[in-house]
């Protein structure tokens, strides 16, 4: 099912974009190959099935790109307050990442 929400406000985590975008690319990859599989079966009815296919696949491409694009600026804008606030706080961002690394040389240590 596609969101009616506009790919700004998607509520998927960036994993599972990054999944879905994955798998919906291969999903259009393989319906064009299967378009022009049968570009050369004939009939009034294969051609107008071939022709709402094409747009089907036209219009997810641009809602798949929308979503893309979304999730690029999240990323660059995470990215960004990230760094301003490690610029802002250096001692702090040090402290955390001190403390992080120590958790996960604990749960690596117990294995």
């Not at 406000?9 to 064009?32: G, M, N, P, R, Y």
């Not at 990323?75 to 690394?101: F, I, S």
Request: no cysteine; glycine share 6%.
């Amino acid at each position: 099912m596609i969101s009616k929400k506009p790919a700004s406000e998607t509520d998927f985590t960036d994993i599972t974009k990054d999944q879905l975008i994955s798998d919906f690319k291969v999903v259009i990859a393989d319906a064009e190959a299967l378009l022009k599989a049968t570009a050369n079966q004939g009939g009034e009815a294969m051609a107008a099935v071939r022709a709402k296919a094409e747009e089907s696949l036209a219009v997810a491409k641009v809602k798949m790109a929308d979503v893309q694009a979304a999730l690029m600026e999240k990323t660059r804008a995470a990215a960004r307050a990230t760094d301003d606030y490690v610029h802002e706080n250096p001692w702090r961002a040090v402290g955390v990442a001190a403390g992080v690394g120590l958790v996960i040389g604990l749960l690596i240590g117990r294995r």
